[in-house]
């Protein structure tokens, strides 16, 4: 029987990568696309979008910022859970705690996909190959 004194974990989800309206920088759509490969690969059933802070959802979760942003986005959004990035690195620590987390399920969960859905959009992806103007394959 779980302890009256523990939370309960957090269901995530919806997830966004936020950003200041004066600047998004290609650091950061990167950061996205990262986050977004790294939960479907992880199989949990979670919304990740590129959002500016003024125009957040209201049923968001977790929501990952820039660190001078941090501040500002927990002013903005005190009920959600506020990360801040570090852009100048190509790796980023804070997803990887993320996708522990929901894989430990004991501060935050996520639902698993379902086996039936429809492989994600990233794999479903093609190369195709030119030579000049005639498509290879």
């Known amino acids: 029987m779980a302890d009256p004194a523990e939370p309960e974990p957090r269901l995530v989800q919806s997830v966004a990568v936020g ?3 004066n600047a998004l920088p290609p650091a950061l759509i ?6 977004r490969r ?5 199989g949990f059933q979670v919304e990740v979008s590129l959002r500016a802070l003024p125009d957040l959802p209201p049923e968001l979760d977790v929501l990952f910022v ?26 980023h620590p804070a997803f990887d705690q993320l996708v522990d987390q929901l894989q430990a399920g004991q501060t935050h969960r ?16 093609v190369t195709v ?9």
Request: hydrophobic content about 40%; cysteine-free; proline content about 6%.
């Open 30 to 35: 990167r950061a996205f696309m990262l986050l």
């Open 19 to 21: 950003y200041d309206l």
């Open 110 to 125: 996520a639902l698993p996909r379902l086996s039936g859905d429809a492989q994600p959009p990233s794999a479903q992806r």
């Open 66 to 91: 820039a660190g001078a942003l941090v501040a500002a986005a927990r002013q903005r959004r005190p009920g959600v859970d506020v990360r801040g990035l570090d852009l100048g690195a190509g790796h």
């Open 38 to 42: 790294k939960l479907e690969r992880a």
């Open 129 to 137: 190959r030119y030579r000049g103007n005639s498509r290879l394959y």
